[in-house]
């Protein structure tokens, strides 16, 4: 069925073109004529139209192999993420555990300078 209205659309087609670029007067009943066959065996030509044919073993493993790599990429990009988080949060944390360690240490030297500083009732002796 294929076959047949695929002539029918291609031989209407090519013959109602070049009736109506080579011909000066082109009457309306070739246009009610034609039109109507080239609209339905086009319609016809894609609704028959033959499935693909089965793919290939080679196309089939290459799309294996494709799912499996496209899978292992998604797992790989989540365990990078959770890393990224986590290594953020490491981070932060060593942050304030620095800022902590900075601040005693500033509060040592502090008391420490203020005890060898020497008091005005000691120097006026």
């Not at 365990?79 to 932060?92: P, V």
Request: hydrophobic fraction near 40%.
């Amino acid at each position: 069925m294929h076959e047949k209205a695929s002539f029918a659309f291609w031989t209407t087609l090519i013959l109602y073109v070049f009736t109506v670029f080579s011909v000066s007067y082109v009457g309306v009943y070739l246009t009610y004529i034609c039109i109507p066959i080239i609209v339905l065996s086009g319609l016809i030509m894609k609704v028959t139209k033959p499935s693909r044919e089965p793919e290939s073993e080679f196309v089939r493993t290459i799309k294996t192999v494709s799912d499996i790599a496209n899978t292992a990429m998604t797992a790989i990009d989540d365990g990078l993420t959770n890393l990224e988080r986590a290594t953020k949060e490491w981070s932060a944390q060593v942050k304030v555990n620095c800022e902590k360690e900075m601040n005693e240490i500033n509060e040592r030297r502090w008391e420490a300078w203020i005890q060898k500083k020497p008091r005005k009732s000691e120097t006026s002796r």
